[in-house]
């Protein structure tokens, strides 16, 4: 491809059918060296879209273009121009070997690559651009079926319930009357007070009523020693 041009381009395919095509650039002549023929690049094709370019991290970028043809997709290494693998309609994914990269809905209008390079990692995306306006598939697109994974890594963990922490305010105390010294008994309690409290004042009256004998007696007996004394 483009060989009177400044980068030619050799392109490839080992079988027919399926199998993808492989392109390769030719490196450049050293510096100070002239090609000796005239150069004429070819002219691109004007249905095939302008390049894309999106990094996918780890050093790799992808390039990505849309032609009749179907998606493309060129995996480029840290700091290189070449193109390590190719990924399109035919070959949409790398084998598991080599990574996580794939094409998702390849056949269709709207193909998106889809990445994820280590475990911990987000998954990323990025979206191929458009056929040019006026230029037609050469192949039947087909519905997307295919949906893009969760960039955001989904945690199967429990989350942790916050432990209760202490109030740090005591319960404030119940004002006391003044003067009160002593607890009001209650139930079978009371009961009991009620009965001692019966007792106190039956032993009172007993007592009382023995004073009040004492001293009856007392006044009789010396009611009768003045009598006989006043007789004698």
């Known amino acids: ?15 027919g059918g399926g199998t993808p095509i492989g392109t390769a ?11 000796s023929y005239p ?51 035919f070959e949409p994914a790398l084998l598991p070997s080599d990574g996580e990269v794939r094409i998702l809905n390849p056949s269709s209008t709207e193909p998106v690559l889809e990445w994820h390079l280590q475990n911990g990692e987000p998954v990323g995306h990025a979206a191929f651009p458009k056929l040019p306006a006026g230029c037609t598939y050469d192949y039947t697109p087909q519905k997307p079926t295919e949906k893009p994974r969760p960039e955001t ?17 005591p319960a404030a105390a119940k004002p006391q009357t003044a003067g009160q010294t ?18 106190t004042t039956t032993t009172a009256a007993v007592g009382a009523g ?21 007789h004698g």
């Open 1 to 15: 491809m483009n060989p009177s041009g400044s980068r030619p381009v050799f392109e490839w395919r080992t079988q």
């Open 25 to 35: 650039a030719f490196p450049l002549l050293p510096k100070g060296c002239t090609p």
């Open 39 to 89: 150069v004429k690049d070819d002219k691109p094709d004007p249905c095939v879209s302008a390049p894309v370019r999106t990094v996918m991290g780890r050093g790799l970028e992808a390039r990505l273009t849309m032609s009749p043809k179907g998606p493309q997709a060129e995996l480029l290494g840290p700091l290189s121009e070449q193109p390590w693998r190719m990924l399109n309609r």
């Open 153 to 169: 890594p989904v945690s199967h963990e429990p989350s942790a319930k916050p432990t209760p922490q202490p109030s740090a305010t």
């Open 182 to 199: 002593s607890v009001v008994p209650k139930g079978s309690v009371a009961a009991g007070a009620e009965i001692a409290a019966d007792d």
């Open 210 to 230: 023995l004073v009040a004998i004492f001293a009856g007696l007392g006044t009789a007996l010396m009611i009768r020693a003045r009598r006989a004394r006043d």
